[in-house]
């Protein structure tokens, strides 16, 4: 005994470690089987023959596992399901971007302070002057995305299509998978998805890796042709999987010519400055800050707003870091549900801990016997250790698997709109996140709680119940119960407000009626139907074709849908009549193209004037229907029917008369507010890719198939696609509200539990501990309910003060938690209120068995012992 | 207080991996590997010491003073092998234990409920 734990002989170590070389080389002679057998013969005898402390752990671990592995597999799931979602935390907002030096890469906005425009996107003409004058940049691209129709085999599909310009490729510094990108040639003069021009230089492009793969993944096709969007393509190239600009969804990138796009009568000064919508990413010099950019993209967009006063006054210059603004939309949600699931995390350390605290409390005799007979603090406490240190081992490796188990299902469960959702996977990041949260839940929950000060409570502890040590550790016990009820207060709020934000979201009228409304999308080819006179009879046979299908109540189409991601919309000046505007004052509004008949089957109801009619042809006057909030900014209450707006579009500008306004919508979701919108007559300008909408008086799903076989029947060839209801559109715009309600609620759900029983298991284990305290009590007169009164009294003051924390950690997340809530503040009283009735309930219904255990205490049994 | 050398008896039984090293060492000083080779091939491969067991049950035997280093070696070896050899006090441990066990195999063949058949050896 006298080695126990002595550090071993370093020339025993030396021969060790010769004979078990010796041993493996013999038994590596006789064959593979006994090599093996060997080896682990070697390696249990290390482990478990030195005499270890960690081995001794082992050992301890083998024959009893209960406490080790318990406690390991719960702070494994904890951590696991913490892990799990940090894993969307870092590939959304820490992992760095998959490009070359990514922190070059840069979003440019322009912003207008005066207007309230903080973020708009670059207009072309800007942006052609930027990337000729400014010296900020290696390169710098813009781009547009649209959504284009891609012709297979088997069927057609809507693909997100993305026009880019020069530099494009140079900007993310990606290499092609297979084949090339373009050549500076290549971006000249070429035809872009939107343009519809056909003729001139034949169209190029470069397929993402997904599509490829959805074409059958054929190196050949490379050098050979796909169908897009009514004409046909070659593919020069494909990029690598994770090359998602501007995000996965993205199939194909084709060269972009803004100043071949925006020339002839309409753009006399060539790309426009006023048409504010594009993208653009810069990579900057090297060792230049974002901040030092900033300034000198300032200075030029101060010059040019001097040189252009009419469009870009007031106009500065606005850049991000890309990273940053990639995680910036889901930064709250995802962060918020983090936290949640940290708190839970918290919650089941503080009950681990308790538990630790309980088992030290009741082995204080044990321990206090080994220090009696000669075992000195060293031994105890290093013991400890290597049980601790197992169970960080355990709760890493359970977490990890978990881990890696479970991030498909993250990524299944998250919502789709959550940018860089690809990139999750168990990176080393995620890993090491693992086990650093392991060793840490490990030490707050086993190591921390089941140390020991001095043998000072040696005497104490081996008298009869031990009241030092149980007393001191009851007294640990009740702070960590108070601290898990300030953690579920915070919870409990969370979910809360967000599930009453929620509904409150679900309660917004988006201003039509979006039940029993079925859309479809249809992108007949540019080429077969070139005339409006053929546009306009395509879509005529259509429209009639579905509407002669039973338990359709009416058909319309448009341009742009709202709750809706695909599809064009157009933001264009408009004004009155002899009141042109000066370039900063122009107004713009949302132009869209809609059939006869397409207000009243969306259920968006007329405040004047009429709908459109058959009668408002291609060779009609040219009419208008506005929305109230457009008519209100430019007639105050006056009533628009019958006037004359001037609208700078198809053509340039030209008067047309408004003959209704309807009311406003909610295009966007319903946290979106409504804009301006004009419409126009669809057979005055036959737009090529329109969204029908279905009215049913049937379920819409039931009614999916048949419209879409009636569509198909008017022109096999032409693709009908993206077929859904207008509730699940509107749901989507939801997801991440979803995504953050479902959770936080689940975890507050689970974190209630969690307090509930460290309530429970404090107050059974005091009122065990307390019993002949208790007996005394009764046998010098105290009544049962004064006795249940006492442990009431007990858990009320532990929710109370658990209380008083958790409104000090709302205060410190209320900001957080704002930005995401909807038409609700954080303190919401009513909130606050259940909250509090839901806690003291459970405390309550916790302390209720203990109670009465106390209240049935016989004192002279009690006493007997 | 005597000069007698006290009974060993409280020392016994002993655990079979210190028995039979303790029995590997009974011809004379060995080195660890050897005695490791030494309890495999009497036991037929039924017992094996392991390294880190071994070196661990020796350091344990050093403090009990069962058995010492020994400064006897064959002049070919190894300079580095450190060989152990039992002490008076170990040598009486070993057959205090040899004794204890002989007794007790007496004591089970002449009980007459176990006759010298399978029982005997499954037991």
Not at chain 1, 188 to 207: F, H, N, Y
Not at chain 1, 578 to 589: H, K, M, N, Y
Not at chain 1, 833 to 838: D, L, M, N, Q, R
Request: glycine letters at 8%; proline letters at 6%.
């Amino acid at each position: 005994m006298k080695s126990f734990g002595a550090g071993r002989d370093p020339r025993d170590a030396r021969e060790m470690k010769e004979d078990a070389e010796r041993l493996l080389d013999e038994a590596r002679a006789r064959g593979r089987i006994e090599f093996a057998v060997t080896w682990f013969a070697l390696l249990w005898d290390l482990i478990a023959g030195t005499g270890h402390d960690l081995a001794r752990a082992l050992r301890s671990l083998v024959r009893a596992p209960g406490f080790t592995v318990t406690v390991s597999l719960l702070l494994g799931l904890g951590v696991a399901a913490t892990t799990t979602l940090f894993a969307l935390v870092n590939a959304v907002i820490l992992k760095p971007l998959p490009y070359a030096n990514p922190e070059q890469l840069v979003m440019v906005w322009e912003s207008n302070v005066s207007r309230e425009r903080l973020r708009e996107g670059p207009s072309p003409g800007n942006v052609e002057d930027w990337v000729s004058h400014s010296d900020a940049f290696e390169a710098l691209t813009a781009w547009w995305t649209t959504s284009a129709t891609l012709r297979g085999r088997d069927g057609s599909a809507p693909v997100a299509g993305v026009q880019v310009t020069k530099g494009f490729f140079e900007v993310f510094r990606r290499a092609p998978l297979l084949g090339r990108t373009f050549t500076d040639q290549e971006y000249l003069g070429r035809p872009s998805i939107a343009s519809g021009r056909t003729g001139g230089q034949e169209p190029v492009l470069v397929l993402s890796h997904r599509l490829w793969h959805s074409l059958g993944a054929d190196p050949a096709l490379v050098g050979g042709t796909v169908f897009v969007e009514g004409r046909n393509w070659r593919v020069l190239g494909v990029m690598p999987a994770d090359f998602a600009v501007p995000d996965v969804d993205a199939a194909l990138w084709t060269p972009w010519d803004m100043r071949e796009a925006y020339r002839g009568a309409r753009f006399p000064d060539g790309p426009p400055r006023d048409f504010r919508f594009l993208r653009v990413v810069g990579r900057l010099k090297p060792g230049l800050s974002p901040e030092s950019a900033t300034d000198r993209m300032k200075i030029l967009a101060a010059r040019i707003a001097a040189d252009h006063p009419r469009t870009n006054a007031d106009w500065s210059v606005q850049l991000v870091p890309l990273r940053e603004e990639l995680g910036r939309s889901s930064r709250t949600g995802l962060l918020l549900v983090f936290g949640a699931m940290f708190c839970l995390l918290l919650l089941v350390c503080a009950n681990v801990a308790s538990l630790a605290i309980a088992r030290r409390a009741s082995r204080a005799r044990e321990i206090a016997i080994r220090f009696a007979i000669g075992a000195g603090q060293t031994h105890i406490v290093r013991a400890h250790l290597a049980e601790s240190a197992l169970c960080a081992v355990i709760t890493a490796l359970v977490a990890i698997v978990l881990t890696t188990g479970s991030l498909g299902a993250a990524i299944a469960f998250a919502p789709a709109d959550i940018p860089r959702l690809h990139e999750v996977g168990p990176d080393a990041r995620v890993v090491s996140f693992a086990m650093a949260l392991a060793l840490l839940v490990t030490i707050v929950g086993v190591l921390l709680p089941g140390l020991r000060r001095s043998s000072a409570t040696i005497a104490p502890a081996l008298k009869d119940g031990a009241p030092v040590s149980v007393k001191q550790a009851s007294r640990m016990r009740r702070a960590l119960v108070a601290v898990e009820i300030g953690v579920t207060v915070v919870l409990l709020v969370g979910a809360g407000l967000l599930t009453r934000s929620f509904a409150g979201l679900q309660r917004v009228d988006p201003g039509f009626d979006t039940q029993n409304l079925l859309v479809l999308r249809l992108a007949p080819d540019v080429t077969r139907y070139q005339r409006n006179e053929q546009r306009n009879d395509y879509y005529g046979r259509v429209l009639n074709s579905i509407r002669e299908l039973p338990g359709v109540r009416s058909v319309a189409a448009v341009t742009f849908l709202p709750m809706s991601t695909i599809g064009q919309d157009f933001y264009r000046p408009y004004w009155l009549e002899g009141a042109r505007p000066d370039g900063f004052a122009v107004t713009q509004a949302n132009v869209r193209m809609a059939t006869p008949g397409y207000f009243s089957t969306l259920g968006l109801p007329l405040a004047s004037g009429r709908e459109f009619s058959a009668q408002d042809g291609l060779d009609a006057p040219r009419v208008i229907i506005i929305n109230e909030s457009l008519a209100r900014s430019v007639w105050k209450d006056q009533d628009p029917v019958g006037r004359t707006l001037i609208l700078d579009y198809q053509g340039g500008p030209s008067p047309r008369q408004v003959v209704g306004v309807v009311r406003d919508a909610r295009y966007r979701g319903p946290r979106s507010n409504p804009a301006p919108e004009i419409f126009i007559p669809h057979a005055q300008n036959p737009y090529l890719v329109m969204n029908v909408i279905v009215r049913t008086k049937v379920d819409p799903d039931a009614l999916a198939r048949t419209a879409r076989a009636q569509a198909l029947t008017v022109d096999a060839d032409q693709p009908v696609h993206s077929v859904t209801t207008m509730e699940r559109l509107l749901d989507d715009t939801m997801q991440q509200d979803r995504f953050a309600m479902r959770f936080v609620a689940l975890f507050a759900a689970a974190g209630l539990v969690t307090a509930t029983t460290g309530v429970y298991a404090l107050l059974a284990y005091t009122v065990a501990q307390r019993k002949r305290e208790i007996a005394v009590r009764m046998a010098i007169g105290a009544s049962s309910s004064s006795v249940a009164r006492l442990v009431v009294m007990e858990s009320l003051t532990l929710a109370l003060v658990g209380c008083v924390a958790g409104a000090l950690g709302l205060v410190a997340v209320s900001g957080l938690a704002r930005s995401i809530l909807f038409g609700i503040a954080p303190h919401d009283p009513l909130t606050l209120a259940t909250t509090v009735a839901v806690l003291l309930a459970a405390v309550l219904a916790a302390s209720w068995l203990p109670a009465r255990r106390a209240a049935r205490i016989n004192p002279v049994s009690a006493m007997r012992i | 207080m005597s000069d007698r050398p006290r009974s060993v008896d409280h020392l016994l039984p002993l655990k079979p991996k210190v028995l039979h090293i303790l029995l590997a060492l009974a011809d004379g000083p060995r080195h660890g590997y050897s005695i490791m080779q030494e309890v495999a091939a009497r036991t037929d491969g039924q017992v094996r010491v392991w390294p880190a067991a071994m070196y661990g049950t020796l350091r344990e035997l050093e403090a009990l003073e069962w058995i010492e280093e020994s400064d006897k070696r064959p002049s070919d070896d190894d300079e580095r092998r450190r060989y152990v050899a039992l002490t008076p006090l170990g040598k009486r441990v070993l057959s205090g234990e040899v004794r204890r066990l002989e007794a007790i195999v007496d004591l089970a063949r002449a009980s007459r409920a176990l006759r010298p058949s399978a029982k005997a050896e499954r037991a």
